[in-house]
């Protein structure tokens, strides 16, 4: 089962910010927070990925609250291209054998003109 | 920048024929894994896999399943006798390391009629 939770739904304007948030309370000391999302059926992308400090690439930010219970994805300037579905999952790296990338129901980010 | 490619991308099978899949990784990852995501619903894990090895196939359904990854050659998700409860788009991913991100071909979409 996963072990986030999301919106199910969120919108925003082209060129603004878009920011989506998870809950993941249960979190364990060695689980690192993913993005990854899925354009219209298309194979996920990976977007990002952070352990306790905050990420940026050329894709996204990510903050990752202090107690490490939520997160935040934020694309700095969104365009129409960025309507997707975002999914958040928790999972270990580097070590254990949580290789299972467990995807929920995510966020549909609609952007909208 | 050649991903992870899987072939083909739309597959239609009759009922009781046999359905072959197959996802070559990106170049120096020796780590597979297949997903299956099934209409409306999200990825759910079925099979991971190195070279010439199944490492976990406990996702996977017992029966008309089988997932092989040979030292040369792609890896091959085979079903056989297919029905229709198969249809759904099936996902490979690979990785560099076990518990390295996981980057995700394009899907192919099996349809059973």
């Known amino acids: 089962d996963a072990k986030t939770t999301q919106p199910p739904s969120m919108d925003c304007a082209e060129g603004r910010a878009a920011n989506l948030p998870c809950n993941h309370s249960?979190?364990?000391?060695?689980?690192?927070v993913y993005w990854y999302r899925q354009i219209h059926s298309q194979g996920p992308q990976y977007i990002i990925h952070g352990l306790k400090n905050n990420e940026t690439n050329e894709m996204a930010s990510l903050i990752i609250t202090e107690d490490r219970k939520s997160s935040t994805l934020i694309l700095p300037h969104a365009t129409l291209r960025d309507t997707a579905v975002y999914y958040c999952?928790?999972?270990?790296?580097?070590?254990?054998?949580?290789?299972?990338?467990?995807f929920g129901k995510g966020t549909l980010l609609t952007v909208n003109p | 920048n050649a991903g992870v490619m899987q072939n083909p991308r739309h597959l239609v099978r009759r009922r009781g024929q046999e359905a072959r899949l197959r996802c070559s990784p990106m170049k120096g990852h020796s780590h597979v894994y297949w997903y299956r995501q099934l209409p409306e619903e999200g990825l759910k894990f079925m099979v991971y896999l190195q070279k010439e090895n199944i490492i976990d196939e406990s996702g996977m359904p017992k029966e008309r399943f089988s997932a092989e990854f040979p030292k040369e050659g792609p890896s091959i998700l085979r079903i056989q006798q297919v029905v229709r409860g198969d249809s759904a788009a099936y996902f490979c991913?690979?990785?560099?390391?076990?518990?390295?991100?996981?980057?995700f071909g394009p899907g192919t979409r099996l349809t059973v009629l």
């Open positions: 999952i928790v999972s270990l790296a580097g070590g254990g054998s949580n290789y299972k990338l467990t």
């Open positions: 991913a690979s990785s560099a390391k076990p518990l390295d991100t996981q980057y």
């Open positions: 249960t979190i364990s000391g060695n689980e690192y």
